[in-house]
C-alpha cells in the first residue's frame, strides 16, 4: 500500500504567534490520524521558482489514512485557529511504492 503525504508550503507568515496556537492543535490530531512528521522548517534550498520559506512534510502508513486525517474533526478544528495572516498551500500525495 502506498503511503499518503501532507505537504505544506508557507509563502506568507505575517502572524507566527498564531501559526504556533494553530500548531498546538494540528500535532496531536496529525498523531491521532497516524502522521507522522518528518520535517518542519528545516533548511531549503530552492531551485527554479521554488519557495525558501516554511515546509512540512507529514507521512502517513496510506493515502486514504492522509485524507481521513485532514477530514478528521480534530484536524478541522485545528484548522480554525490557522490565522488569515497565513499563506499555506497545502496538498495531499500518494507515494509510489
Request: aromatic residues 10%.
Amino acid at each position: 500500500m502506498a503511503k499518503g503525504y501532507w505537504v505544506s508550503v508557507y509563502p506568507a507568515i505575517s502572524d507566527p504567534e498564531r501559526l504556533s496556537a494553530y500548531d498546538k492543535l494540528a500535532r496531536p490530531a496529525v498523531r491521532a490520524g497516524g502522521g507522522r512528521l518528518l520535517s518542519r522548517g528545516a533548511r531549503v534550498v530552492a531551485h527554479e521558482a521554488g519557495i525558501t520559506q516554511r515546509v512540512v512534510l507529514i507521512e502517513f502508513d496510506s493515502f486514504e489514512w492522509a485524507v481521513a486525517a485532514y477530514e478528521s474533526e480534530a484536524y478541522q478544528k485545528a484548522l480554525v485557529a490557522l490565522p488569515d495572516g497565513v499563506e499555506r498551500d497545502f496538498r495531499i500525495i500518494e507515494g509510489i511504492n
